[in-house]
């Protein structure tokens, strides 16, 4: 159980495009999801917390405008990177949160040209 | 705000030997602990947790870790490596029992196993 989905696995898009990444519960109820960033050989860094159906929170230093998150329902969450540039290319990790821990999604590598 | 240390980038173990990651951490409040593993192209996977009661934690397979106060510390331990524990490890530390709430989880830098034949 506790299983956290992620689409698309990996994709590459044009400098200047919007990105969107999906992140799912598939077997719970996350009324909590939290994204994070994650640089080669680094550690998982937190972008933002959303919660279903208010506002993300946002670490010091993410820009809000460029990472839209939307927590619509308490199985998805979205975070929209807009307006991409190739220094945003990372690996975006969601994760939900269950009764007993965090599940993690398998991640998103963004690669932007 | 907390924060967390691990002692060493890499480390490498026979197979078969002690296998020790060093976790150190600190916190303004009681912490919750975490470890978590993470394999190639995979995501993360909860290997134990500490929140409250016994100090001394046990996980998936065949890990363990202790929780000392007065250390600040939370390392993980198991008694023999297997080829198969060769991954990424992360230790992280959270204000709330499931790893969520207000804060998130606050990981360390990681420390990738290698496990020699």
């Known amino acids: 159980g506790a299983v956290v989905s992620q689409h698309p696995s990996r994709v590459i898009c044009k400098s200047g495009t919007s990105v969107k990444i999906e992140c799912r519960s598939l077997d719970f109820q996350a009324t909590t999801m939290f994204w994070y960033r994650q640089f080669p050989k680094q550690s998982l860094m937190l972008m933002a917390t959303?919660?279903?159906?208010?506002?993300?929170?946002?670490e010091q230093g993410v820009e809000k405008d460029k990472f839209l998150i939307n927590h619509a329902s308490l199985t998805l969450s979205t975070l929209t990177v807009t307006s991409a540039h190739p220094e945003d290319s990372s690996f975006y990790i969601c994760s939900g949160e269950g009764r007993l821990a965090q599940y993690f999604g398998p991640g998103t590598r963004l690669l932007v040209l | 705000a907390q924060s967390v240390t691990q002692l060493g980038s890499h480390v490498s173990v026979s197979e078969g030997a002690l296998v020790l990651l060093r976790c150190n951490y600190s916190?303004?409040?009681?912490?919750?602990l975490f470890w978590y593993v993470q394999y190639p192209n995979q995501g993360l996977q909860l290997l134990l947790k500490?929140?409250?009661?016994?100090?001394l934690v046990k996980g998936i397979n065949g890990f363990e870790a202790e929780f000392k106060k007065s250390e600040t510390s939370f390392h993980l331990t198991k008694p023999s490596a297997h080829m198969s524990d060769a991954a990424e490890y992360f230790c992280?530390?959270?204000?709330?029992?499931?790893?969520?709430?207000?804060?998130?989880?606050?990981f360390g830098k990681g420390t990738h196993l290698i496990i020699q034949p």
């Open positions: 992280a530390v959270s204000v709330s029992g499931s790893g969520g709430g207000a804060d998130g989880l606050t």
């Open positions: 916190s303004s409040v009681p912490p919750y």
């Open positions: 959303s919660n279903e159906g208010s506002k993300a929170t946002y």
């Open positions: 500490y929140t409250t009661g016994a100090t």
